[in-house]
Nanobody
């Protein structure tokens, strides 16, 4: 599985962005999909996840209520809608695919989100 993330950019605090991750390969619906992020000088952290059929979602406390993850298995795509962005959301965002082990099996290349104050 190859993952391609897009949608990052520069936005003012309070603004919104939509990240998209497109997967190549088969059996996209057999992967849990997640977003992680890594801010400058900080460790990578989990942001959000979604189960195989999109019925259950998971969020880090830092983004709960502001971010929404969704997926479209017909398009091999997972999205992260980010609202109410804060400067502390500035990071490179990565999408991952997980076969259900709890550890990502595949990583995308990352897309940079910069939130100005």
């Amino acid at each position: 599985v190859q993952l391609q993330a897009s949608g990052g950019g520069l936005v003012q605090a309070g603004g919104s962005l939509r990240l998209t991750c497109t997967a190549s390969g088969r059996a996209f619906n057999r992967y849990l999909m997640n977003w992680y992020r890594q801010a400058p000088g900080r460790e990578r952290e989990y942001v959000a996840g979604i189960d195989f059929n999109g019925e259950t979602t998971y969020y880090a406390d830092a983004v709960k209520g502001r971010f929404t993850i969704s997926r479209d298995n017909s398009k091999n795509m997972v999205n992260l809608e980010m609202n109410g962005l804060k400067p502390e959301d500035t990071a490179v965002y990565y999408c991952t695919a997980d076969r259900g082990t709890g550890t990502p099996d595949y990583w995308g290349q990352g897309t940079l989100v910069t939130v100005s104050s």
